[in-house]
Structures are given as C-alpha cells and as structure tokens.
C-alpha cells in the first residue's frame, strides 16, 4: 500500500493512543500534530517523532500532502474541526461521541456525502477478535432468535469530588457524561453484535456529586487519582455521574444497561452478556480474549481467541495467533488499518463505523436524556 500522512489533533489520553496505533500500520505516517497550546503541540511531537507541530488546525488543513485527519479532542470541537477538514478535502476520523448535538452529527453526514468523503467514527471497542466472532455467531444463527441483552459498563476514575475532566464541563462534553462517553459504546456494540436496533428506551439519570472541585491546571484523563487536590474551585456539575437504561431492541428482544463512572474498584469494566433462544454469550473487556458461551442443556463453554478457528470474517480482525493477546490498543489498530485501506483505494468495502453511525449513536443520547428528563419511556 501507498504511503499515507495523516495528523493528529488533540494531544491528550486519546491523542497518545491514535498516534502509537497508527505508526503500527508501517504504511501511514503522523506527520502533524495540533494541540490547544503550541508547547503542549510541540511537546507532544517531541515525544512521539513528529515533524510539525501547531496549535492552528489551519496550518494543517492548507497542506495537501495530508490526506487524513484524527478528531481527538474534547467534543466541543468535534463539529467543526470535523466540517473544517471535510471541507479542506480531508478523509477524517472523529472521536466518539461525534459531536454535542443531533442537528451537528446529522450536518457532518450530509457534508462527507456531499463531499464524497471518506469518514469515520472511533467505536474501537467493536474490534475485539472475540467479538468479531461473536457477530458472526448471531448472524449464523448459534444463538438463534435474540431475547434478552444486559450488562454495564464500569469505571471509577471520577468517585471522588475532587476528581476532575474535561467531561465534567457540559459546555466542553454535552449534556451527557457518562453515557455520552461510555454508554454510547454500550448501545453501539449491542447494535453492532446483535444486528437490531434499539426502538425504545426508559432512562434514569443520576448525579451525585453537584459540585466538584475543579484543579486551576489540565488534567489529562485517568490520570491523577493520587496527584493530590492541589489549588482548586468550585464548580456546579450539572452532567451524569450514573446513568441505568431499560430498553427494546429491534421488534421483540428486551435488555436493560448501567453506565458509572463512580464504581469503586472497576477500571473499565464493559460487560455484556446476549440471550438467544438456542444459546448465549457473557464477555467482559477487562479480560477481552475470552468469551462464555452458555448452554441449556450441554455443558457451557469458555473460548479463548484463536483465529484459526473463528468464522472467516471474523478472522480478519485479528493479527495474532491463538494465545496472544489482543486488546484495547489492537481493537483501534484494527479500525485505522480498514480505516486508511479506503484512504489509499476508495473501492475497497467500508469496514468501519462511519458517521451514520455515529448519528445513530447522538440520537440514541438525545432519546435517552428525554427519557430522564420525562421519567418515561421514548420511541427512537
């Protein structure tokens, strides 16, 4: 494949996380990066070997040797950091939740089409090999008709009041926290697997610090848990600490989810578990290269990943053998490497989450924030 350069823009927990999963493709080089300040720019292309830096997206965007753009900052800038590089001819790759509201994310799809641009949304998590086979597992029919899909998704990096992100700040985030960050990837994966939409929802939100103080300096996400409070403010927060979400998928299945960011002791525990008629799944990302399959009556399962036994398709979304582990950094290799193969031939199948996806998911945000705010349950 041809040599592609792409840049980065955003140079925080995620900045760091695009950049190292891209050098891995051997064929796409980071040759810019923008941050919010020229030294935390220049700092972070010290760091990871980048030639250019800048902290004016501009510089980036006039530079027509750049094909491609990553999306990596808080999503407040989402939008137009996303319609000012598909208007500068850019493929662009936008960090989830794609943008503060509805009408923004559906602007964004109508201008990649008329732009006939390549896009894409980061729901990472979908890539897991184990979860690949998992789709195709339901699309083959092993678990028969889906009935019941539950679980959470668990974290516990802001228990405290003087935990602090950019995320707390609905002016930086939108009006949902937890479940814009991580709920959304909740609803995204039960969708991807499942292949059904989710019709209905009856939401609860919940948040119980109302007011956090706020550290006079940046502090880069999960990060700081021990740093000490040092010189804070204090500051009203007005976003989701706790979110829970009843809802029905498709025309009959049924399933329910709970997304914290206030559980002590889990670090990032997304769980899910899908029920068919014939058989059913549990898997947890904190151990992402096993999956259970459970039986009613034969012994249950747990399987390991191994691509040599998977379904074919599924097979393709892992590039090490049985007994290597592949996780979170593999699951966004695995979205770039599908990601820059339609970057350098645009003929080649789309095999990522775009941004109809992505306008999926900020409809599905808007449902669920009506539910709450209505105490009832709401059509999508």
Known sequence: MRKIKTAIVGTGFMGKVHAEQVRRLGNVEVAAVVGSRPERAKKFAEAYGVPFSTDKLDDVLKEKDIEAIHICTPNVDHFPQSRAALNAGKAVLCEKPMTMTVAEARQLVELAKEKNAINCVQHNLRYYPVLQQVRQMIAAGDLGEILIAQGTYSQDWLLYDTDWNWRVDTHENGRLRVMGDIGS???????????????????????????????????????????????????????????????????????????????????????????????????????????????????????????????????????????????????????????????????????????????????????????????????V
């Open 185 to 379: 990837h909740w609803m995204d994966m039960i969708q991807h697997l499942t292949g059904l939409p989710i019709t209905a929802v009856c939401a609860d939100l919940a948040t119980f610090h109302k007011t956090r103080r706020r550290p006079k300096g940046s502090v880069e996400t999960f990060t700081g848990k021990k740093s000490g409070v040092g010189d804070t403010e204090e500051f009203a927060v007005d976003s989701d600490d706790f979110g829970a979400v009843l809802l029905h998928l498709g025309e009959r299945a049924r399933g329910s989810f709970t997304v914290s960011q206030m559980s002590a002791g889990r670090k990032n525990r997304f769980y899910f578990e899908i029920f068919g008629t014939k058989a059913g799944i549990a898997w947890n990302q904190e151990q992402p290269d096993t999956l259970w399959v459970g039986h009613r009556n034969e012994p249950n399962e747990l399987i390991v990943k191994d691509a040599s036994l998977f379904y074919p398709e599924a097979a393709k979304f892992a590039d090490l053998p049985g007994g290597h582990s592949e996780g979170y950094d593999d699951s966004h290799k695995q979205v770039f490497k599908n990601f820059y193969a339609r970057v350098a031939d645009p003929a080649v199948p789309i095999n990522y989450p775009t941004f109809e996806d992505g306008l999926r998911g900020m409809i599905l945000l808007d449902k669920v924030a009506e539910s709450s705010a209505r105490k009832a349950w709401v059509e």
